[in-house]
Nanobody, 124 residues
Framework: QVQLVESGGGLVQAGGSLRLSCAAS????????MGWFRQPPGKEREFVAA????????DHVDSVKGRFTISRDNAKNTVYLQMNSLKPEDTAVYYC?????????????????WGQGTQVTVSS
């Protein structure tokens, strides 16, 4: 059974930092694109960042560029999202996602597996 489990969310003041982790189990994701999405209160889920299977390519939405960094450790089957200089508008449920085995780089395409999400709340 494939599982993606996010951790590291919480309440932080504006300007602070959090590091989200997503541990994958049930299969290896070393040949999968991994991504982070978020759903702010009352809004649709949106793309945040993605990383290729090798870690050689990354994509970040403009609103988080320079503040958030996605990374991965294939030996640990884990992907991370380092979030710095957090703003109240970053408040959302953050979801980890993974594709099946995919050799092409389509960071904002379809994802096959999703985690349950972790809440991030940034106070002003």
């Amino acid at each position: 059974q494939v599982q993606l489990v996010e951790s590291g969310g919480g309440l932080v003041q504006a300007g602070g930092s959090l590091r989200l982790s997503c541990a994958a189990s049930g299969r290896t994701f070393s040949r999968s694109t991994m991504g982070w999405f978020r759903q702010p209160p009352g809004k649709e889920r949106e793309f945040v960042a993605a990383i290729s299977w090798s870690g050689g390519f990354t994509d970040h939405v403009d609103s988080v560029k320079g503040r958030f960094t996605i990374s991965r450790d294939n030996a640990k089957n884990t992907v991370y999202l380092q979030m710095n200089s957090l703003k109240p508008e970053d408040t959302a449920v953050y979801y980890c996602a993974a594709t099946g085995v995919r050799w092409d780089w389509s960071p904002r395409g379809e994802y096959d597996y999703w985690g349950q999400g972790t809440q991030v709340t940034v106070s002003s």
